[in-house]
């Protein structure tokens, strides 16, 4: 074990060496530290919207989502939790745009998510549906915009907006002239505090006192990210695989390797979302549907919570045997993805007890997917910083990927 002086010191160096990544995990739990501020003061939003789906559900009527990029991914994400949760209730929910999309009916409802609220293909089916019957729900982060002003109900989560209105910024020009701003690509802290919450709301919406368990759960899931982290830092085996994932990626950006994600149930959507922001780096990602044209070298990041999902453990053999690299995150050591896999990283959390500190405390649901999330977005800020990667290129690549 180690002292307590040396594993400051421990703490302190490896902070430094992902430093970038360290300001952005902060900047995320900044940011849903805000969120349980915001909705501890929207204890009416949050009434509305789960009495609006209540009678939509009641009536037969379809909870639709719309969105683009990565915006759409969280919303098919919080869909997928609520099949999850509400199995029982024979929910009907639609992702437009997706095959078998169902119509949009009136007395429908429609949830869109737009950090700009101004994205023109989710304008195109937000105006829709403000000429018929439906009620529209609204999350975005910038307030006055169109969005905004189509919605029914609207949750405005206006601190995730870009803190440098200078698009050209040059994160490591910032830090020579001892700016510290950190690096959340893009849409990055609008994207996972709308996750943050949706979790946070479905996981809280059967509640008799909802409010207190949305914020209950936001609370417990910050914690649960701040816990990892710094469980990470303090130990080598996990700050080692962070490495060595670290320096695969840059690989893979200078050598043009393919790289894969792969996850089941939501964690799907989150790999689904790491995957695009690899993108935005210059990362060739290949799609599941592409798995045929894996090669050997290539390298496949693997999500999965109790790592015994049988079609991921297929998955993973397969990965194997074509003599891939295999990086899982996981929260559950011994299992058999984590007996296979080339690297390991394990979610859990410094727990106190009597005897003294341990790191056995895994991070289940509702927080293990979106712990990933922050720390591999994060973790790509760091690369992004380490290959001098603007945001602006970003920005243009996430326009080409539209």
């Not at 300001?23 to 509305?48: C, K, P, V």
């Not at 870009?162 to 849409?187: C, F, W």
Request: proline letters at 2%; aromatic letters at 6%; charged letters at 25%.
């Amino acid at each position: 074990m180690w002292s307590e002086k040396r594993g400051e010191k421990m703490n302190l160096d490896k902070s430094e060496t992902f430093a970038e990544m360290n300001d952005s995990i902060q900047t995320l739990i900044r940011s849903g530290q805000s969120l349980r501020e915001y909705m501890d003061y929207s204890a009416e939003t949050l009434h509305e919207i789960n009495e609006v789906i209540e009678e939509a559900n009641e009536a037969g009527k379809t909870i639709h989502f719309t969105g683009m990029g990565r915006s759409i991914l969280v919303g098919r994400a919080i869909a997928q939790l609520m099949l999850n949760q509400f199995s029982e209730e024979n929910m009907s929910l639609s992702i437009i745009g997706r095959p078998y999309a169902r119509p949009v009916l009136d007395g429908d409802v429609l949830i869109a998510i737009s950090g700009s609220g101004r994205t023109r293909t989710t304008l195109a089916n937000v105006r829709t549906a403000s000429r018929r019957n439906i009620k529209i729900i609204g999350i975005t982060s910038t307030p006055r915009s169109e969005l905004e002003r189509y919605s029914d109900i609207k949750l405005i989560f206006d601190w995730c907006q870009a803190s440098s209105n200078d698009e050209s910024t040059n994160y490591r020009v910032n830090q020579i002239l001892g700016k510290r701003i950190p690096l959340t690509p893009l849409g990055t802290r609008f994207e996972l505090t709308t996750l943050l919450f949706g979790i946070a709301w479905v996981n809280s919406r059967k509640s008799k006192t909802p409010l207190g368990s949305l914020l209950q759960i936001t609370e417990q899931i910050l914690n649960d990210v701040k816990g990892v982290w710094n469980s990470m830092l303090k130990s080598e085996k996990a700050i080692n695989a962070l490495s060595d994932f670290r320096d695969e990626i840059k690989e893979g950006v200078a050598q043009k390797k393919q790289f894969h994600t792969y996850g089941a149930d939501g964690a799907r959507y989150i790999c689904e979302m790491i995957g695009l922001r690899m993108q935005h780096l210059g990362v060739k990602i290949i799609p599941l549907s592409s798995w045929r044209f894996r090669k050997e070298g290539d390298s496949v990041l693997i999500v999965a919570g109790d790592g015994e999902d049988i079609g991921t453990i297929g998955q993973t053999h397969e990965a194997i045997q074509s003599k891939m690299k295999t990086t899982l995150i996981t929260h559950d050591p011994g299992s058999s993805l984590d007996k296979m896999a080339e690297r390991s990283t394990i979610l859990a959390r410094k727990v106190e007890i009597e005897e003294g500190p341990i790191w056995e405390k895994k991070v289940k649901s509702p927080s293990f997917e979106l712990v990933t999330a922050i720390l591999v977005d994060s973790l790509i800020a760091q690369i992004a910083f380490d290959l001098g990667i603007t945001e602006s290129e970003m920005i243009e690549r996430n326009k080409t990927i539209k």
